[in-house]
């Protein structure tokens, strides 16, 4: 049952925290509330031992995947859909962050919710996030992730919401439910064309070749080969942008900072906003096929990942900060996977789930120890008060920043940076604005350290020191966040890179290839992007640090939901990117009324027209009705009187039937 | 003396049309029976008339017939109008239309 000829079993994966949920909601009611955390934790951790156990087999058995299959869910016709499950290296590292940092998040949560009235319901929703996250990256086929897809954005939704007695956090979480929604929906008929197409098996996608050189697919009204690729390809692009909070569909994300502070790190920066990527990453095939479709990714990338820095320079919020970073990030690894550099994306992702929760995680600590203060204008000084927090912070700031050779950050962003420099799907525009954001990633990061942890309080907040639960998780994280960089060294530096080296068997001939062999290039370029890293800090410390004068108070409070928040600062530049470049006014004014007078209009229609027919039909009813009910009054004078006429039209007829 | 067949139609015409009227636009059971008691007659008369003027039995035999039917017809509508009037205080075919069953 737990092993498959000697190979450890994959269904263990998900169905441990699916248990573990099932347990919380089962005897939510019975059980004391601390004992929810107990069991989600001890489920989560099973299930990354586990994981490690399956990852462990896979790479030193050498394997190239695992398949599991256990019975078919959905089969009509090419509608193949069974549940199955695969393990290869793109799962492994998608597996090792959902289960393992999906612990240190659970360990944390354990602490920071002590005294939530919602602790049981909290537990099991992160339980079953976990779940539905494990069976996204293990599944073998398309339709089974996409279980795991809509399961992780229902538990999103409730997450969100959590906080369900304010009204501001349940339209956050409406919101983020419906511009997902949005986007699955693109990502359903991209995986009914696949299915048509060539099945939806992960091992069938080497399928598309063949459908790249037909010019003729039955069945699909005369379109080519290369043109029902690119169309699914922009299925699944804007699918993965809906989810992982790409343009155009990013405005949710900001927003779903209105949940706890754990299930930001856990979903909205570490696992589920990185669906997306994953999901690209699967259908790499696809995507390579055509160069139309990895520019379109390349470019959504790149424009992300400069709205994402551009917004976060001017947050006051500090989730939000932390938020638009985490968009800004996603878009540079949709930037890889437009390169075609399909492991480095995945390599990103990595690093990025490791710094972004534990920025997030730390900035928990920060908010609880001053009882939910987010805006950053009313911290500093806390470098003394929360040294530990203060370090951990550092190491996650540094590591987003991407300060040279020590950090994570700096290896798997450099990384992405000199491919799109160098293959042959990259271009020197993006890569330029690309090292733009890099820069303005370095200011932001340490505008955060030195508004709030450098300098004197700004306001006098008794501060209530985090205990050991919020601050282990965090000293992990940062371990992680700078030693995970070594596991993919530069070509340059003389040594194999392991991670890339070890993904070229899943990836195999698909991973673009530099076309610039020069060492001199490479080592500029990674020099550039390292002094655009120091450079940012060094803007950070002439701009915000503590010496100058405090930055004045924005007036007014952080922005929510709705874009009438009073803007915070007199320049009209820095409102706008305030708030986000103004996208959510722009969506009301555009998609939110246009459909708002659509469905006037329609409701119109369906008043006058179609109401109309059936009123119609029932005025005819009712006088078939009014004629009945003459005779059927009940009195015996009314039927004596229809026997009479009945009768005198019979005789009638008869005698002038007999005349003739 | 022979029986003059057109007035003798013509009457039982008027005493038919008269009876229907009579059930039609009247409320008060007694008069109702009372009127289908003139349609009967009225066309017992029709009989007759036409009997004589064919000379033959068949109409006056049937109308021998007719005669017990109309008597049990209203002892037994007479017994129903009492049952009425013990049941509704009331004779009235309208109000005993419209009351429910209690």
């Known amino acids: ?660 | 003396m022979t029986l003059p067949i057109n007035e003798a139609l013509i009457l039982s015409c008027i005493l038919f049309s008269i009876g229907v009227l009579g059930v039609v636009v009247r409320r008060n059971i007694i008069y109702v029976l009372m009127c289908i008691e003139i349609m009967m007659n009225a066309a017992g008369l029709a009989f007759v008339a036409a009997s004589a003027r064919h000379g033959s039995l068949d109409g006056q035999a049937f109308f021998l017939f007719v005669l017990p039917v109309a008597a049990a017809e209203v002892a037994i509508g007479l017994a129903i109008a009492l049952l009425i009037f013990q049941r509704y205080k009331t004779l009235d075919l309208w109000v005993v239309a419209r009351t429910k069953e209690a």
């Open chain 1, 1 to 660: 049952m737990f092993y498959n000829n000697g190979l450890p079993a994959l269904w263990l994966i998900p169905a441990l925290p699916a248990l573990g949920a099932l347990i919380i909601f089962i005897f939510a009611s019975r059980m004391p509330a601390r004992a929810a955390g107990i069991i989600a934790c001890s489920a989560i951790s099973l299930s990354f031992l586990w994981v490690l156990n399956v990852g462990t087999t896979l790479v030193l058995g050498n394997h190239h995947h695992f398949v599991e299959h256990h019975w078919n869910w959905i089969a009509a016709g090419p509608f193949q859909g069974s549940a199955s499950f695969y393990f290869d290296l793109v799962t492994f590292a998608f597996t090792f962050v959902v289960a393992g940092v999906g612990l240190l998040i659970h360990l944390y949560s354990y602490s920071y919710m002590k005294g939530d009235a919602g602790e049981r319901r909290y537990f099991g929703y992160f339980n079953l996030f976990a779940a539905a996250m494990l069976v996204l990256v293990t599944a073998e086929n398309a339709f089974f992730m996409f279980l795991g897809w809509e399961g992780v954005g229902a538990c999103s939704f409730f997450l969100i919401g959590h906080w369900y007695q304010k009204s501001e956090n349940t339209v956050a979480a409406t919101k983020a439910f419906l511009v997902t929604r949005l986007g699955d929906i693109f990502l359903l008929i991209g995986l009914f064309l696949t299915a048509t197409l060539v099945g939806v098996s992960f091992s069938q996608q080497s399928a598309w070749t063949q459908v790249a050189t037909s010019s003729f697919i039955p069945g699909f009204g005369g379109l080519t080969g290369p043109q029902l690729i690119l169309i699914t390809g922009i299925c699944f692009l804007l699918g993965a942008a809906g989810k992982s909070a790409q343009v155009p569909l990013q405005v949710w994300l900001p927003d779903a900072m209105a949940g706890p502070t754990p299930v930001s790190a856990l979903i909205h920066a570490a696992t589920m906003v990185t669906a997306g990527v994953y999901l690209i990453a699967r259908f790499h095939i696809l995507f390579a096929l055509s160069p139309n479709l990895m520019l379109a990714v390349a470019i959504v990338g790149v424009l992300t990942a400069f709205y994402g820095a551009t917004s976060a320079f001017v947050q006051t919020d500090i989730k939000r900060i932390l938020a638009y970073s985490t968009i800004s990030q996603i878009g540079y690894m949709f930037l890889g996977l437009g390169v075609g550099a399909w492991s480095l994306a995945v390599f990103h992702f990595f690093t990025h789930a490791f710094y972004k929760a534990l920025l997030f995680m730390a900035a928990g600590t920060v908010i609880h120890s001053l009882h939910n203060e987010q805006n950053i204008y009313n911290m500093g000084g806390l470098r003394t008060k929360l040294k530990g927090t203060y370090l951990a912070f550092l190491a996650g700031a540094a590591s987003l920043a991407g300060i040279p050779f020590i950090t994570a950050g700096f290896y798997s962003k450099d990384a992405i940076l000199w491919n799109t420099l160098s293959t042959k799907w990259g271009s020197p525009v993006i890569y330029g604005i690309a090292m733009l954001t890099a820069l303005m990633t370095a200011i932001y990061s340490f505008r955060l350290i030195f508004v709030v942890f450098h300098g004197t309080p700004r306001k006098d907040i008794h501060v209530h020191l985090p205990d050991r639960l919020l601050t282990w998780p965090l000293y992990i994280l940062a371990f992680f966040a700078i030693v995970a960089g070594f596991l993919n060294l530069p070509i340059v530096f003389g040594v194999t890179p392991i991670w890339e080296h070890s993904f070229a068997r899943v990836f195999g001939e698909w991973q673009a290839e530099p076309l610039i062999h020069s060492h001199a290039v490479e080592w500029m370029a990674l020099l550039g992007s390292g002094v655009l890293a120091l450079g940012g800090a060094g803007i950070a410390w002439l701009l915000y640090s503590p010496a100058k004068a405090p930055m004045p108070e924005p007036a007014g409070d952080i922005a929510t939901v709705e874009n009438n928040t009073p803007a915070p600062y007199k320049a009209v530049w820095a409102n706008f990117l305030f708030h986000g470049w103004k996208m959510d006014g722009f969506y009301n004014k555009t998609f939110v009324r246009g459909f708002r007078i659509t469905s006037g209009v329609i409701a119109w229609i369906d008043r006058v027209f179609v109401d109309g027919i059936f009123e119609a039909i029932q005025a005819i009813v009712r006088g078939f009705h009014a004629l009945v009910i003459f005779f059927q009054n009940g009195r015996v004078s009314r039927y004596a009187m229809v026997m009479l006429f009945g009768a005198v039209a019979i005789i009638t007829i008869l005698l002038i039937g007999s005349q003739r």
